[in-house]
DNA sequence: AGGCATGTTACAGG
DNA sequence: ACCTGTAACATGCC
C-alpha cells in the first residue's frame, strides 16, 4: 500500500468521509505493530474531534487540539472506513473489498457521524503513536526525512549539491527517505527507467541533464500516479468509487523478462538486487 | 519447502 | 564518516 501517491489517496479518501468528526470511542484489539500501541491514545483521543488530516512522506498525520496521531502504513497497512448500524460494521465505498480479514482488523474508532475507522494490517509493519502537538517538531520520524518530491525544494540545485562526490547507486539515493522522502520501490524503478538511467549508476557520474529529467519525471510519475488513483492495491476504491489503476502503467516493476515496452527498443527487463531489493530494468535503453 | 513481498531499522564489516 | 549487505519484524502467496 505504502508509497506516497498511495498515502496521498487514502489522506484524501480520510479528508472526504472522516474530517470533523469526533471520536467518541476506541477499541485496541491488537496492540502489538512495529510499536506497541500505547493506552494513550484511548486517554488523549476519545471525545476529541478530528481537525485535520494530513500527510508527510508516507506517514499520516491526524491533529486534534491537543494531540495528533502519527501514523505509518508499513508494508500492508489500510484503513477501513465502515458505517455502523445497531452495533453491526457495513462496508462503504470507501474499502479495499479483497482480501481484507477482520483477523487483522487491529484499532476501531468510533466516530460520531455513523462511521467507524478501522487499522487493519496484515503484516503489522505499520504503527500508530500518540504525540502532544507541542512536540510535533521533535519527532524523529519527521524531523529526519528528507525534502517532499512534490515541492519546490526538491529541485536541481538541491539535488546536485548532495551527488557530488556521492559514490553510493542512484537506486539507492532515491530510495534513500533522508534525502527525498516518499519515493519506494516500484516507483524508483518506474522512474530509472523512463529516465533511461542504470539503478547502479554512481550518483557523482550523472550530469546535470540527466539531474534535471530524474527530477521531472519523479514530479510526473507521482502526480500521474496520484492522478490515476494510486496504485499496487488491489481493489482500492476512494470515497468517488475510483479504482486505483496506476499499476497499469508499470513499465517495468515486476516485469522481468519481459520485453522493453520502447517502441524503438529491443530490450529484455532484467532484474537485479540492490541492497537486497528487486531492481527491474532495459539491458539496452538504460545500458 | 523456499523465496518473495509497496518499509524501516539495527548492526556488522569494509 | 560513508557505504553495503544482511537480518529482523509477521503473514500470505506462488
Do not use: W
Amino acid at each position: 500500500m505504502p508509497e506516497l501517491p498511495e498515502v496521498e489517496i487514502v489522506k484524501r479518501s480520510l479528508v472526504k468521509t472522516i474530517n470533523k468528526a469526533k471520536i467518541v470511542d476506541i477499541k485496541i484489539q491488537n496492540k502489538k505493530l512495529r510499536y506497541v500501541i500505547s493506552k494513550d491514545i484511548c486517554k488523549y483521543l476519545i471525545n476529541q474531534q478530528i481537525i485535520k488530516i494530513s500527510r508527510r512522506s508516507k506517514y499520516l498525520i491526524f491533529h486534534f487540539k491537543t494531540n495528533f496521531l502519527l501514523v505509518h502504513l508499513g508494508m500492508t497497512g489500510k484503513f477501513l472506513v465502515m458505517r455502523k448500524i445497531d452495533n453491526t460494521l457495513f462496508k462503504t465505498s470507501f474499502y479495499y473489498d479483497l482480501n481484507i480479514l477482520p483477523k487483522h482488523n487491529h484499532i476501531y474508532f468510533t466516530l460520531n457521524n455513523g462511521l467507524s475507522l478501522i487499522y487493519n494490517d496484515v503484516r503489522k509493519f505499520g504503527f500508530i503513536k500518540c504525540y502532544k502537538n507541542s512536540d510535533l517538531n521533535k519527532i524523529t520520524f519527521l524531523k529526519k526525512l528528507g525534502v517532499e518530491p512534490l515541492s519546490n525544494s526538491f529541485n536541481n540545485k538541491y539535488f546536485k549539491k548532495i551527488i557530488k562526490n556521492k559514490k553510493k547507486n542512484i537506486k539507492n539515493l532515491l530510495m534513500d527517505q533522508t534525502f527525498v522522502s516518499g519515493l519506494g520501490n516500484i516507483y524508483v524503478n518506474e522512474v530509472l527507467f523512463l529516465t533511461k538511467i542504470n539503478p547502479i549508476r554512481v550518483c557523482s557520474s550523472l550530469n546535470t541533464k540527466e539531474v534535471n529529467r530524474l527530477i521531472v519525471n519523479i514530479k510526473s510519475i507521482l502526480r500521474l500516479s496520484i492522478a490515476e488513483g494510486g496504485s499496487s492495491i488491489k481493489d482500492f476504491k476512494h470515497t468517488s468509487g475510483k479504482n486505483g489503476k496506476f499499476q497499469q502503467f508499470f513499465a517495468v516493476y515486476g516485469k522481468e523478462n519481459k520485453n522493453c515496452s520502447r517502441i524503438s527498443c529491443k530490450g529484455k527487463i532484467k532484474k537485479i538486487l540492490i541492497s537486497s531489493r528487486s531492481s527491474f530494468f532495459c539491458n539496452i535503453c538504460q545500458n
